[in-house]
């Protein structure tokens, strides 16, 4: 990676200032975490730096407090949670900046929790001034945070001003390790397979993979977007008729590369459980809801010769089954066929769980959104503002 990485750092003694994405789902009032997994994802770059006899200053935000301090928006159950995943003390801060804060920077606790970054509204401004207070008392400063990467925030840019040495975690690392290996000269046959709802979230992506694949698989909403574009009937589905002529260049510009559906599964109502059938050609009074059996043989055929694979976004409206079908089948070919595969969005993310094929897919990304735009070959504010090595 030509960014330093934690591994590069001299921890011994310095007090690191380290960015983590702990913006964990909470139960209604905000006390009860319904999913530590955010935690656990940087578990092991805490434990790392804390081996290396660094102490740490953790910040995350968490919701969208937009600027105001907001009780049921607190870090506070996160640092319970965390103090009995590490096994040692972790002490809550009372704000991210500010005489408190600072006096906990000069003590002797080795990790410290900064309460939500984003309860000012510098933070999300990117001020230099709320970042140098961040960063006040701070040795150097360790990004783990990929799923908040994509925003030129204070937290995650402009506090890498204020420090001698800023460097990605092991979390980010691997994330960037993962989709570099993808993106960058990847074992052929290099295969992406797009889904998810709308043509218009993802056009970067579309025409940057088009550079990188030899085949891009669409499946999901987007699919009728396309189409629409080709004059094919689409009944009742989702589609974005503003986004038709775009398709229609993106058809054009990639040729025989771009795959569509050669079969749906329809539904009269987009319900869990409701009468369906598979059609090839789309009826007025119905909504295509998944990928049909041929379209799923046709790009399992594809995904079994592929040697690297990248997937964003479901086939189908997967939270409702059985329209979940398409999707579960991809997620069983991405895992069956062996290749480097890098999964990335919650959805995708929530279908190779529940097929149960997770831990044979080589990465699945922890964030969404900062995945899509490494894709898209955008470079991301928070790993372009880490030092080069
Ligand atoms: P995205 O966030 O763009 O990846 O979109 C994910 C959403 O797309 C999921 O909530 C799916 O239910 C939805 N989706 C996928 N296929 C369809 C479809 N054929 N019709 C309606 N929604 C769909």
Known sequence: MPKLSIRDLDLKGKLVFMRVDFNVPLAPGGQEITSDKRIRASL???????????????ASHLGRPKGKPNPEMSLKPVAVRLQELLGEPVVMAPDCIGPEVEKLKEGSDR??????????????????????????????????????????????????????????????????????????????RCIAILGGAKVSDKIEVIENLLKIVDRLLIGGAMAYTFKLAKGEPVGKSLVEPDKVELARELLAKAGDKLMLPVDHVVAAQVEAGAPSRVVESIPDDAAGVDIG????????????????????????????????????????????????????????????????????????????????EFLAGLMLPGVAALTDK
């Open 293 to 372: 059996p041929k379209t799923i043989e046709l790009y399992t055929a594809e995904i079994a010769k592929a040697k690297s694979i990248i997937w964003n976004g479901p086939m189908g409206v997967f939270e409702k089954p059985p329209f979940d079908a398409g999707t579960v089948a991809v997620a069983k070919a991405v895992a069956a066929s062996g290749s480097l595969s890098v999964v990335g969005g919650g959805d995708s993310e929530k279908a190779v769980k529940a097929a149960g094929v997770a831990d044979q897919i080589s990465h699945v990304s922890t964030g969404g959104g900062a995945s899509l």
């Open 111 to 188: 990790v410290i929790l900064l309460e939500n970054v984003r309860f000012h509204p510098q933070e999300e401004k990117n001020d230099p001034e709320f970042a140098r207070q961040l960063a006040a008392g701070c040795d150097c400063y360790v990004n783990d945070a990929f799923g908040s990467a994509h925003r030129a925030h204070a937290s995650t840019e402009a506090i890498t001003r204020f420090v001698s040495k800023s460097a990605a975690g092991l979390l980010m690392e691997k994330e960037l390790e993962y989709l570099t290996k993808v993106t960058q000269d990847p074992p052929r």
């Open 44 to 58: 092991p770059t805490i434990k790392y730096a804390l081996e290396q006899g660094a102490r740490l200053v953790l």
